[in-house]
C-alpha cells in the first residue's frame, strides 16, 4: 500500500544571545577551533564519535567525525567573517523531526569597557517539515551547548557538569 501525504512548509526560529567574559578571538577560537572539546557527549548522532568540527572556511563543513572516512555533516558553511560571524545551512531527514533546511548563525561582538566580554547571538531557523517537539527539543539542546558547555569551557578552561542531571557531563 502506497500513501502520499502533504504537510505545510513552515518557518520556526530558535534565537539566543548569551555573554561570554572572555575577549571575542577567544571566544572564536573555542567555537570553531575547539568544538569538540566542549562538545557534549550526548549530542553526537554516531556511536562511537571521534570529535565534532567546525571548518571556518566557506564551502567548509560543520561534522561529526567517526573515524575512517565515516561521520555526518550538521552543515555547510555559507558565509565567515572571523572572528564575528559564521554562517551554515544543513538539512534535517525525519528521523531529525524533518525534512527540513536549517540555517545556523553565529554573531560574536565584543562587550563591556574593555572589550573583555563576547555577546554570541545565534540564530536556528528551520523551513520545510517540522515535526512537534522538534523546536523545543533543539532550543534546549542549544541552550546546553551554549550557555552551559561553550560558556563555562571559555571562561574556565574546564568540561564543565552539564545543568540537567539527565544530560551528563560536557565530554566528548
Not at 570553531?32 to 565534532?52: I, L, S
Not at 561521520?71 to 551554515?88: D, F, H, K, N, Y
Request: include cysteine; aromatic fraction near 10%.
Amino acid at each position: 500500500m502506497n500513501t502520499a501525504t502533504q504537510d505545510p512548509a513552515v518557518v520556526q526560529q530558535i534565537l539566543m544571545e548569551i555573554t561570554i567574559d572572555a575577549p571575542r578571538e577567544r571566544v572564536w577560537k573555542a567555537l570553531v577551533e575547539e568544538t569538540g572539546a566542549w562538545w557534549h557527549k550526548d549530542f553526537y548522532t554516531g556511536r562511537d564519535p571521534v570529535g565534532f568540527h567546525m571548518q571556518p572556511k566557506l564551502g567548509g563543513w560543520i561534522f561529526e567525525d567517526w573515524g575512517g572516512g565515516e561521520g555526518a555533516i550538521w552543515g555547510t558553511v555559507i558565509g565567515v567573517r572571523a572572528p564575528e560571524m559564521l554562517q551554515a545551512v544543513g538539512d534535517s531527514g525525519p528521523d531529525y523531526g524533518g525534512p527540513n533546511r536549517g540555517m545556523m548563525s553565529w554573531d560574536l561582538t565584543p562587550s563591556g569597557d574593555d572589550d573583555a566580554a563576547t555577546v554570541v547571538r545565534f540564530r536556528h531557523a528551520l523551513h520545510g517539515s517540522v515535526a512537534p517537539g522538534t523546536v523545543d527539543s533543539l532550543d534546549g539542546g542549544w541552550r546546553l551547548l551554549f550557555e552551559t558547555c561553550l560558556k563555562a569551557y571559555v571562561e574556565t578552561g574546564t568540561r564543565p557538569a552539564a545543568a540537567d542531571a539527565d544530560a551528563g557531563p560536557c565530554e566528548a
